[in-house]
Structure formats: structure tokens, C-alpha cells
């Protein structure tokens, strides 16, 4: 900030005052020369021939006049009063100045007063009204130079409140991140501590550990000596008493135990010979009453078939067949529906079962049973445990009928069971896919001849069924078997026309 400090004395005693009014009439054409003499009186000096002429003290005064203005404009005091509001942002600069302003103040005001007094001395005789103009237009400058160190001084004032309540609010944020900190050091204190405790019980705990450790690996090598020492107090025993007999007589019970369990084995083997004779001779017997009986194995992947054996027997096409399945309790026969043929292959519902087929000829009806229960395949249910990891497996099959009807080719297809979906395609052309529903069924084909062992029925949905033939009785079995397994999985059980039995058998 520019301190304005102007001596008025001083500058009174060495310029002339400046004209304030262009319209001023003087008796002259030039202003008196005077000086200052002894004792301070003014004495008018004597003509000088190089005196400047009135016209050129008049421009000369204006041009004085006018700069003087221009120093002391509004504009001119607006801007050193912004670079006074820049210049007071720290607090000890602003202190410093306020009190210099206070301080000229009182020194503006005395050289006021004595320039005023040295004024009214050398203009004596002059015209009154512009010396009083001149006068009053230095002091309303001086007053406007009074209200601008005012104004700061309000201004320094706001300002040192403001930083006295930022310096306020700066102590309480260093107060609150003093008790942060202190707070932060107390949990960081308390965490460690509980460290420090968990670490040394889980110490105590190993410590602990290791001494049972110890104490049963002491234990158990105590109780295995223990145990070894009395096997060998045992095995001695035995030795003992081995040798007290003769080695003769123990070689010949050792050989006769082994003669004995020879001939038991034998035995047993003729028992189970004499048994099935036994079971055979009973069932000729029993099938010479009879006109009919089952040939084939009772077992999954075969098949059974009506048989006459009597030359009184009638004609297999003039009777009427109807197959069922029977619990190996039982228990009340199940109808095996479309089952009406004299060859029948089981499929998976039939195991564990036993099949009966009832012959009607000439109102004589004929019941034939198998000797047992259907038994399963051998390594079937393994075979179908590792088909179910996969989402769908693929049979190459041949389609005979479609809708009751033959099928003219007989190109192979690929038949896709999944987990959610049975699928028929010839190539790249799909003739079937349908998801597990309630409408569809899946069995084996009940009857069919030879072939029946192989093929299954599968009807896709009402309007649409299958006749299809498998390479194997293996693959059918395992086709039909997983189908309902993955049914089985989707809340539907299938099964084929008219069946009831549970997917558990």
C-alpha cells in the first residue's frame, strides 16, 4: 500500500497558489511577485523582465491544477482502495497500517492548519471567493482522503474478525484431530493388547496340544509294547504246546481237515445238482397235466415264449393271451397292457416281478407263471449309473413302425436322451422332439417275435408313436432306463400303457 504523506507547507512556499477560475479578472496581466522577508513578512519584489505573462501562469496553474486533480480522482482513490483490501490479508501488515492511518490523520490535520494559516498570509488582497474555492476544494479532497483511510480502517477491522473466528475454528478442527488422533491411539492400543492375549492363548493351546500329543503317542507306544509282548507270551504258548505233541499225529489231523473240506464241497455241490433235478423233475410233472408252458430265461435282455407241449394242445392262433405282472409276494397281477402275443421280452418294470400269462381257449383258461422273478441284467445298472453323467446320450436305431404303421426306411436314426427332452433324428432333419410330459409313454415292445428283446414303443404325443429298434438288448434296456430316470428327475413318471408300477422297482 503507497503512503500519501504531502508536506503543504513546504509546497506552499515554493509554488504559486494555481488559478482556479478562468473568469477571474486581475489588475494585472501577470500575478505579484513576492517574497518572504524577515520575520516572515511578505515583501513584494521588484519587476523581473523574464516574468512570465498572465496567459502563460494562467495555462501553467490550470495544467498544475488539472494533474493534481487527476492524482486525487474518485477513480485514483477506488483503486488504491482495492489494492489496500489486497494488501491486507495478513494480520500483523494490517495492524501495522491501520495505525499509521490513525497516526497521520493527526499529522494531515496540524500541516493542514499550518499550510491554511501560511495561505491566508500570502494571498492577502487577493480575490476572496477563489481562495475560498481553492481552500475548499483542498479540503474536500483532504476529506476524501479522511473517509478512504476510514473505510480501510472498517474494512481492516471486518477483516481481523474474520481472522480471528478462522483462527477460532482452526484451534477447535486442531482440538477435534488432537482427540482423533488420541482416540485412534487408544483403539490401535486396545487392539494390540487383545492381539497380544488372543496370540498367547492360542500359544497356551498349542503348548497344551503338544503335552497330549506327547502324552498319547507315550500312552499308545506303552499299550503296543504291552499288546506285542503278551502276542509273543501267546505265540510262545502255542509252541509250546505244539511241541509237546507228536509232529506225526499233528500232520495227519491237518491232512484230514483238508480231506474234510474237500468232501463237504463236494457234497454241496451234489446237493445243489439233486435240487434242480428235483425242481425239474417237479415241473414236468407238473407241465404234464398242462397243455402250455414258458420256455426262454426269465431274465432282463431275453425273452419268454408260449409253448405247447401236449399234442392236445389248440392252436396258439385260436387263443387268446393276456400277460401280467405279479409281486414275488403275491400280490394282486398287474395288466400289462398291448401285451396280447405268445412272445413277451421283459423290460426294467418286470424285474423283481414274477410274469404270469393266461391262455384262454374254448372257455378253458390256462395260467403259466415263471419259476422265479425276473432277474436283472448283469452290469446293466452300472452301464446306466455312467450314462446319467452325461446331458444326452445317443442310440443308433432303426424305425420299423411310425403310428402303427411300417416304416418304409429302414435308414438309421439316432435317438437323443437328455435330461429334459427325447429327441428322433435322421441326419440332420429332426422327425421328433418332445419334452418329458404327462402324455408320453415308453416301454418295451410287448410282443413282436425274436426281435422283441430290442425294440421299444415310445409315443411322443397323442396322434404320434414309435416302434424303434435297437442294436442290442442292452442299449434298449439302457435307453428305456434312462428316460425314466431323467422323467423321473422332471416330476413325471414314465412308463407305458396303462402301468402303474413305481419307478423304485
Not at 500483523?92 to 497521520?104: G, H, K, Q, V
Not at 472498517?154 to 482427540?179: D, H, I, M, P, S
Amino acid at each position: 500500500m503507497t503512503r500519501v504523506t504531502r508536506d503543504f507547507a513546504d509546497t506552499m512556499q515554493k509554488d504559486a497558489v494555481p488559478a482556479v477560475s478562468a473568469d477571474v479578472i486581475f489588475n494585472s496581466s501577470r500575478f505579484p511577485n513576492y517574497k518572504i522577508g524577515a520575520n516572515n513578512q511578505i515583501v513584494e519584489a521588484k519587476d523581473d523582465p523574464k516574468v512570465l505573462s498572465m496567459k502563460e501562469v494562467v495555462a501553467r496553474e490550470t495544467a498544475q491544477l488539472l494533474e493534481q486533480q487527476n492524482r486525487l480522482s474518485v477513480r485514483d482513490l477506488a483503486s488504491k482502495f482495492e489494492k489496500g483490501l489486497a494488501a491486507a490479508a495478513k494480520l500483523s501488515e494490517e495492524a501495522r497500517l491501520r495505525e499509521a492511518a490513525s497516526l497521520e490523520k493527526h499529522v494531515l490535520l496540524k500541516k493542514l492548519r499550518d499550510a491554511l494559516e501560511s495561505l491566508k498570509g500570502r494571498v492577502a488582497g487577493r480575490n476572496k471567493d477563489d481562495v475560498e474555492e481553492a481552500i475548499s476544494m483542498v479540503g474536500f479532497y483532504i476529506i476524501l482522503h479522511f473517509i478512504w483511510v476510514e473505510a480501510l480502517a472498517v474494512q481492516l477491522t471486518q477483516r481481523e474478525g474474520e481472522l480471528l473466528q478462522e483462527k477460532a475454528e482452526v484451534k477447535k478442527l486442531a482440538n477435534f484431530l488432537k482427540q482423533a488422533s488420541e482416540d485412534a491411539k487408544r483403539l490401535v492400543d486396545e487392539e494390540r493388547a487383545f492381539a497380544r492375549a488372543e496370540i498367547d492363548n492360542a500359544r497356551a493351546v498349542v503348548l497344551r496340544v503338544e503335552e497330549a500329543l506327547q502324552e498319547q503317542d507315550r500312552i499308545s507306544r506303552g499299550s503296543g509294547k504291552q499288546d506285542l509282548d503278551e502276542l509273543m507270551k501267546e505265540v510262545q504258548e502255542a509252541r509250546r504246546i505244539k511241541m509237546l505233541h507228536q509232529p506225526s499225529k499233528v500232520m495227519d489231523m491237518e491232512l484230514e481237515l483238508r480231506a474234510l473240506r474237500a468232501q463237504l464241497a463236494e457234497k454241496s455241490k451234489h446237493s445243489l445238482r439233486l435240487q434242480k433235478e428235483l425242481a425239474t423233475s417237479k415241473r414236468v410233472v407238473e407241465n404234464s397235466s398242462h397243455l402250455f408252458e414258458l420256455d426262454g430265461h426269465e431274465a432282463l435282455g431275453s425273452y419268454l415264449r408260449i409253448q405247447p407241449c401236449s399234442d392236445n394242445a389248440p392252436e396258439m392262433s385260436k387263443c387268446l393271451i393276456q400277460w401280467y405282472r405279479v409281486s414275488a409276494e403275491g400280490g394282486k397281477k398287474e395288466l400289462i397292457s398291448g401285451a396280447t402275443k405268445s412272445v413277451y421280452a421283459p423290460e426294467p418294470f418286470d424285474v423283481g416281478r414274477i410274469l404270469q400269462a393266461d391262455i384262454v381257449s374254448e372257455g378253458q383258461q390256462i395260467s403259466l407263471k415263471t419259476a422265479g422273478p425276473i432277474d436283472p441284467a448283469a452290469g446293466l445298472g452300472s452301464y446306466v449309473e455312467a450314462l446319467v453323467r452325461k446331458h444326452d446320450v445317443e442310440f443308433n436305431v432303426v424305425v420299423t413302425q411310425m403310428n402303427g404303421r411300417n416304416y418304409e426306411s429302414e435308414s438309421i436314426h439316432v435317438l437323443h436322451v437328455g435330461k429334459m427332452r427325447i429327441k428322433l433324428c435322421k441326419g440332420k432333419t429332426t422327425i421328433a422332439k418332445e419334452y418329458y410330459w404327462s402324455a408320453m409313454q415308453l416301454c418295451g415292445v410287448r410282443g413282436g417275435g425274436n426281435a422283441a428283446a430290442q425294440a421299444l414303443f415310445w409315443q411322443a404325443k397323442k396322434g404320434l408313436s414309435f416302434v424303434i429298434a435297437f442294436e442290442s438288448e442292452r442299449e434298449r434296456n439302457a435307453a428305456i432306463m434312462l428316460a425314466r430316470r431323467f422323467a423321473f428327475d422332471c416330476n413325471i413318471i414314465l412308463a407305458g400303457p396303462d402301468d402303474t408300477a413305481s419307478l423304485g422297482n
